[in-house]
């Protein structure tokens, strides 16, 4: 049981990066919970209309759009401040806006390197800054970040993205420290490949390209650190998500949670 059904409050999530992918699945569990949402992208009005619809429709919650930039920090301060307008009680904040690039070193162009580090890492910053006051006086949080396997290994031609996440394991268990003599808890969580409508779209344009079966392309090209060849499921990481934010998680802060098919144990 959340913790918001045991005190018969309307508890609320901030989810960064929420418009597809992990943290539109992230969202619908949340709010499959009975938590408002506060959704965060980039999408335009219409897909923006729909996603909200079909959280009020499908699971009778409260939900906001925020277009906040997660390279500018006053728009996620305002982003924050908006989302405890709209529901004061904003008990979980997920920070798990993200980009990517993949290039050598040498070839990486600086701006996407800048952008990278900003959204991937900094933006965890200012949103968990912005946050914990609030938090502090409610006296409840739970912060997620979304890092990565990434997080603990690394792959080449994805320095900025691996130092991103580095990075947010490292914040994470500073933070922890600084909390741990309140209610709030930060943890991280950090998947291996998970299965997106993206990932999808790039197994097709592999096998295409290669002239290879999408089965092959999953097991030896996308899945080949992956010792186990399966997809992480997007569920499977909500439902982890969901245990940080409830009652069995209080115990949980400073962590570094994998779901990664065995990626790090080797």
Known sequence: ??????????????????????GWGLARAFAAEGYDITLNGIADAATVEKLISELRRDFKVQA?????????PAEIRAMI???????????????????????GLEDFPE???????????????????????GMKKRGHGRIINIASVHGLVASPFKSA????????????????????????????????YVRT???????????AAHGISKEKVVRDVILAAQPKKEFIEVEHLAS??????????????????TMDGGWTAR
Not at 64 to 72: E, G, I, Y
Not at 181 to 191: L, V
Request: glycine share 8%; proline share 4%; charged share 15%.
């Open 111 to 133: 701006e996407k390197w800048d952008a990278i580090i900003a959204i991937n890492m900094s933006s965890t910053f200012h949103a968990t800054k912005a946050a914990l006051p």
């Open 161 to 192: 993205y691996v130092a991103a996440k580095h990075g947010v394991l490292g914040f994470t268990k500073s933070i922890a420290l600084e909390l741990a003599d309140t209610p709030i808890t930060i943890n991280a969580i950090c998947p291996g």
């Open 240 to 257: 982890l998500a969901l245990f940080l934010a409830g009652p069995a998680g209080r115990a949980v802060t400073g962590s570094s949670m």
């Open 64 to 72: 906001w759009f925020s277009n906040a930039n997660m390279m500018r």
């Open 197 to 207: 409508p993206l990932v999808e779209g790039q197994i097709e344009q592999q096998a």
């Open 81 to 103: 401040s908006e989302a405890e307008a709209n529901n004061p009680q904003l008990d979980v904040l997920v920070n798990n806006a993200g980009i990517q690039h993949v290039a």
């Open 1 to 22: 049981m959340s913790d918001h059904k045991a005190t018969g409050a309307v508890r609320h999530a901030v989810i960064t990066g929420s418009t597809s992918g992990i």
